[in-house]
């Protein structure tokens, strides 16, 4: 008995030395999220950047914003975004989740109606997969924007998709141990609300905040992205330009994106283990940081903060 234990301790303390140990950790990939995308809804590169040297480089290139969920222990996965880049966000999400293909997805969360976000439904159609019922979580304007605009009230129509609804601060259960809370976020509503997300684990929780105006205007409306930090363990944060003067020849200072350096200035007065949690995220092909060499990433990094990265995982 005594040699067990003593054999058990010594693979623990070879684990934490990789990175933990399982049994006193929890990290086994049984519920996870996924990063699948950190660009902003044009990808990188974008549509009409011609010159753009990153055409020719694959390894280069990055997909629109979007997280997958996993729960491993019951064979499920979902989608945060349905995104231009769907189709080969799905097999990434298929693949890193181990699971089965059918269903295709046990359900998408949409956070609002702006192109990167919600595109990708059209995968779902007819012309291409012909799924059946799946379940997409939306809020009340979202939900009524897809069923009465085409081509998305086609897919409400034949079936491809089912509609859920969502609430804001109410907490959606995908298990015992696994939910997901919608929270409303300040952002343009040309067609629907805006919605982050908190995803909360048996033992971790992630916070998606891809799009937001202005922290301060959230401030206004009395919610502190602060706050909302200290209640996870790893943020997502919106990081679409890193500055002003990033475009050339534009005025920036109306973008309704909070500039990098603005929230590196923010939550410099974070305690140093706060900083760690925030990673930043849907990018911009202008922001610098999407180069991870660059004085813009270093500068991240100096502040005690870091830049999401595709393919990133985090246990729950």
């Known amino acids: ?12 303390a070879a684990l934490v030395l990789l990175g933990g140990c399982a049994s006193m950790r929890g990290d086994t990939h049984e519920t996870s999220v996924v990063v699948l995308g950190i660009a902003q809804d044009g ?18 290139m990055r997909q629109v914003v979007c997280l997958g969920i996993i729960d491993a ?3 499920k996965r979902w989608m945060i975004e349905a995104t231009p880049d769907f189709k080969r966000q799905l097999l990434q999400l298929y693949r890193a989740s181990h699971a089965a293909p059918r269903p295709v997805l046990d359900g998408i969360f949409l956070t609002h109606a702006h192109m990167g976000h919600y595109t990708g439904l059209m995968f779902l ?17 979202m939900s009524e924007f897809l ?64 799009d937001i105006d202005s922290w301060e205007q959230w401030d206004a409306l009395g919610t502190r992205i602060e706050d909302l930090i200290a209640s996870v363990d790893v943020a997502y944060l919106d990081g679409t330009f890193f500055d002003n003067g990033e475009i050339p020849g534009r005025d920036m200072t109306g973008f309704p994106h909070p500039f990098v350096r603005h929230s590196l200035n923010r939550f410099a007065a974070l305690s140093a283990s706060e900083r760690a949690k925030i990673r930043f995220i849907h ?16 500068v991240i990094h100096d502040a005690g903060m870091n830049v999401a990265r595709e393919g990133e995982r985090q246990d729950l």
């Open 125 to 141: 159609g007819h012309e291409s997969m012909g799924a059946q019922g799946v379940p997409v979580y939306a809020m009340p304007k």
């Open 147 to 210: 069923q009465h605009n085409g081509p998305w009230e086609q897919l409400v129509r034949y079936g491809n998709i089912e509609l859920r609804p969502m609430a804001s601060g109410q907490l959606i259960q995908l298990a015992d141990d696994l939910s997901i809370e919608p929270i409303a976020v300040p952002h343009r509503q040309e067609y629907s609300e805006v919605v982050g997300f908190r995803i909360k684990g048996p033992s971790r929780s992630v916070l998606f905040i891809p």
């Open 283 to 298: 990018f911009n092909h202008t922001n610098p940081a999407l180069d991870e060499s660059s004085d813009a990433t270093r």
């Open 73 to 75: 222990r019951a064979g």
């Open 1 to 12: 008995m005594l040699a067990r234990m003593m054999r058990t301790l010594c693979m623990c």
């Open 43 to 60: 990808g990188v590169p974008q549509a009409g950047s011609f010159a753009d040297e990153r055409w020719d480089d694959p390894s280069r």
